[in-house]
């Protein structure tokens, strides 16, 4: 999977978690998920759990801390991917 | 004895909703709480007419839903002291709930809640309110965190 398709799936993962949809339709991969979707930090972990079924991977504490933008979820999604291939 | 825990709650006086946990587990937890004739809300809500708010409900639900239960998994798998870390505070990250049937003063209520994860160190739970007829009274999705907040300036 490349990371255009990655980042395309992970607007239909973050969408239940945030209001600001215009904005979410123009993400990139330096949008900040607390500070540019104004997403919960406690829903953060509910992303990450979507991801992890959506994906079929495993988040481990250490990675979940980095998924702080659309950038970084990505590098720890396709990174947990490739493990597993 | 699952009460012990009680003692890690920082809720006081008139802000504690739990009487007596019956069941505690890492999956389930079950608890009463008897809402009391002279609670400072019914004076005001409604004048003459004394109703449990929904606020109340949904607190009490929290108390014994989320924050025992979460104190008990934290301190089930780590060495956090409750005691000695004054910092330490159980937030509420969001709750859904819905209402069935109103509560009055003196009734006694059973909170039933089960885990749906506990990761990253925040708990979600879904939470049920019965009544002594075993009747649902609330039910709903609840969220928290446990985090070390200064409160004090």
């Known amino acids: ?85 | 004895m699952n009460n012990h825990i009680l003692n890690h709650l920082p809720y006081k006086s008139s802000f504690r909703f739990v009487d007596n946990i019956s069941l505690l587990s890492e999956n389930e937890v079950r608890g009463e709480y008897t809402l009391k004739q002279d609670s400072f809300f019914y004076e005001d809500h409604f004048a003459g007419n004394p109703v449990t708010p929904g606020v109340i409900i949904t607190e009490i639900m929290a108390q014994i839903g989320l924050v025992v239960m979460g104190i008990f998994l934290m301190l089930k798998e780590s060495d956090l002291n409750f005691d000695d870390d004054t910092d330490l505070y159980p937030l509420l990250t969001s709750t859904e709930v819905s209402f069935f049937k109103m509560v009055l003063p003196g009734q006694k209520v059973t909170v039933v809640s089960k885990k749906q994860y506990f990761r990253f160190g925040k708990l979600k739970c879904y939470v049920e309110m019965l009544d002594s007829e075993q009747e649902v009274v609330a039910r709903g999705m609840f969220s928290g965190i446990i985090k070390h907040i200064e409160l004090k300036k």
């Open chain 1, 1 to 85: 999977m490349t990371r255009t398709e990655i980042l395309n799936e992970l607007k239909k993962v973050i969408s239940p978690y945030t209001v600001n949809k215009d904005q979410l339709a123009n993400i990139d991969e330096q949008t900040d998920l607390i500070k540019d979707l104004k997403i919960n930090s406690a829903n953060l972990v509910d992303i990450i759990i979507d991801a992890e079924a959506k994906y079929d991977i495993e988040i481990d504490y250490d990675s979940a801390d980095k998924m702080v933008n659309v950038g970084t979820c990505i590098d720890v999604i396709s990174e947990k991917m490739n493990e597993k291939a």
